[in-house]
Nanobody
Framework: QVQLVESGGGLVQAGGSLRLSCAAS????????MGWFRQAPGKSREFVSS????????DYADSVKGRFTISRDNTKNTVSLQMNSLKPEDTAVYFC??????????????????WGQGTEVTVSS
């Protein structure tokens, strides 16, 4: 079992930056891939980014490519999402999730087993 806790959300102006973090506990962190998803008001949850178990492979949704960077620190059991050049359409609750496998999974949320409670990001125009 894996427990995940996100932090770092908040209110930021368009063009600003935020860094989200997700702390994991339970199963050894360096054995599974991690992902970030988001859910905007009135919309379904969507894939944002993912990273393989050692951090060697990453994936990004087209909407965030070039603006967001995912990273992980396996010595601290954390995965982070650096978000730059934020836009109002990035407003959402952001969730981290763990995959049961080490390699980069497909983008569907059904590929992930455990989820954090979410952290809210609001980007004002």
């Amino acid at each position: 079992q894996v427990q995940l806790v996100e932090s770092g959300g908040g209110l930021v102006q368009a063009g600003g930056s935020l860094r989200l973090s997700c702390a994991a506990s339970g199963r050894p962190f360096n054995t599974y891939a991690m992902g970030w998803f988001r859910q905007a008001p009135g919309k379904s949850r969507e894939f944002v980014s993912s990273i393989s178990y050692r951090g060697g492979t990453t994936d990004y949704a087209d909407s965030v490519k070039g603006r967001f960077t995912i990273s992980r620190d396996n010595t601290k059991n954390t995965v982070s999402l650096q978000m730059n050049s934020l836009k109002p359409e990035d407003t959402a609750v952001y969730f981290c999730a763990s995959s049961p496998r080490p390699g980069l999974p497909p983008r569907g949320q059904e590929q992930y087993t455990y989820w954090g409670q979410g952290t809210e990001v609001t980007v004002s125009s």
